[in-house]
């Protein structure tokens, strides 16, 4: 029984290792390209696992939030809200579509509540927004709730479902932290296989 508990503890411990390792190599990779310009991204440009960069002018309602909470024989407290999620229009012709923006910085949500209430005077009476906000954060795939629920804004807003371009674009997600992550990716791998080899060796050597 030791030895299966040793073998699954450096199994995982190594599969961390590879999962670690691959996210971050691509992160490398993606950030020796040149960061999206949302001025100029059509739908076609998004991809999981990209990075972005623009000063946004205008920003749609907050749609949704995500929560943490502790929880106390199923009694939920101490809820907290982590990241609002807006609709962000992008420039494909001279159509409305939208993706997701996740703000988890209260700086940056002060800044996209105030975008939205000016965002709704211009479609009101015309007045000209003069907020914008600095984005800069990576790329990732929108689905379940989160997805339903911006194409069921974009369908209370006059849209259609298929207006909705199913990403995120999670601000101060910059890859700052992408080379730590790498070196400690490579110290999971090489404790996980070399667990796992070690723990093999030694039970066909002691034959039990």
Known sequence: MKFVRLLIV???????????????????AELAKPRGDLETMTENDFYNGRFVEETVYELWDNFADMEEYDSTFGIKHNTRVTAQYYALPIPVLDEYKFVALALSDSSQQSIAK?????????????TIPTTAIQIKGKVTKLSGDGLEYLQEYAVDMGLEASDV????????NTGSGSGAMLAIAIVLTIIGLGGTAFVIVRKIISGR
């Not at 105030?114 to 015309?126: H, L, P, S």
């Not at 371009?165 to 101060?172: K, L, P, S, W």
């Open 165 to 172: 371009v199913a990403f995120t674009i999670n601000d101060g």
């Open 10 to 28: 450096f199994i995982v411990v190594a599969v961390m290792g590879i999962v670690l390792l691959i996210a971050s190599i691509r992160d490398k």
């Open 114 to 126: 105030k975008m939205v209430k000016e965002t709704d005077a211009f479609f009101e009476d015309g």
